[in-house]
């Protein structure tokens, strides 16, 4: 399935078929947020970046990062990551996750290479694009609730309510299935092997 004809079936539920009231970019913005907001949460995909230390640099940008998940210098010690929220302050060799490109190092060394273990930012899908297999409706879903959000009648308001839940158990469906390695369209039991 494409991204267009994902959004094909956004237009049947939401009845602007004509494409008057969402516009196409709203839209395709709402599925890439869709996206990112998956590829977040299934952790699969997991590469490193990596950042020379300066003593006398304690914030540092970094591109192309959804999520981190662990750091480690090059001396061999594993760095704690700490939200932006003062829990990390007194931690020597704590860095703080400041914002998704943004982080601070409480006590940055000379010559010190810190390799993260992050996820990385999935790339933006145009109309054209493959949706990824299993992802159709969890996306479709997540798109509706965040487009019934437009306005702020409470039918629209109970309408979003509706179909974020139902990205949620959509989701959490497409998430397991992807964690033991299958996805299949019927649903089937996990077998296990004694």
Do not use: C
């Not at 594993?78 to 007194?90: K, V």
């Not at 969890?138 to 309510?161: G, T, V």
């Not at 839940?165 to 996805?183: I, P």
């Amino acid at each position: 399935m494409t991204v267009r004809e994902l959004l094909q079936q956004v237009r049947d539920t939401l009845q602007d078929t004509d494409r008057v009231y969402w516009s196409e970019s709203e839209l395709i913005n709402l599925y890439n947020d869709a996206k990112r907001l998956i590829a977040s949460e299934r952790v699969e995909d997991k590469t490193t970046t990596s950042i020379l230390l300066s003593a006398d640099t304690k914030t540092y940008s970094i591109d192309n990062v959804l999520r981190y998940i662990s750091a480690k210098d090059s001396n061999d010690i594993s760095r704690q990551l700490y939200p932006d929220d003062d829990s990390g302050d007194g931690d020597t060799y704590g860095i703080i996750i400041k914002a998704y490109n943004s982080i601070y190092v409480n006590s940055p060394e000379d010559d010190v290479t810190v390799t993260f273990k992050v996820v990385s930012m999935p790339s933006e899908d145009n109309l054209n694009d493959t949706v990824r297999t299993g992802d159709e409706n969890s996306i479709k879903y997540y798109i509706l609730s965040r487009a019934y959000e437009k306005e702020n009648e409470m039918e629209n308001f109970q309408k979003a309510q509706y179909f974020f839940a139902k990205y949620q158990t959509e989701f959490k469906s497409a998430k397991k299935n992807a964690n033991v390695g299958y996805r299949a369209d019927t649903r089937t039991t996990k077998a296990y092997y004694y």
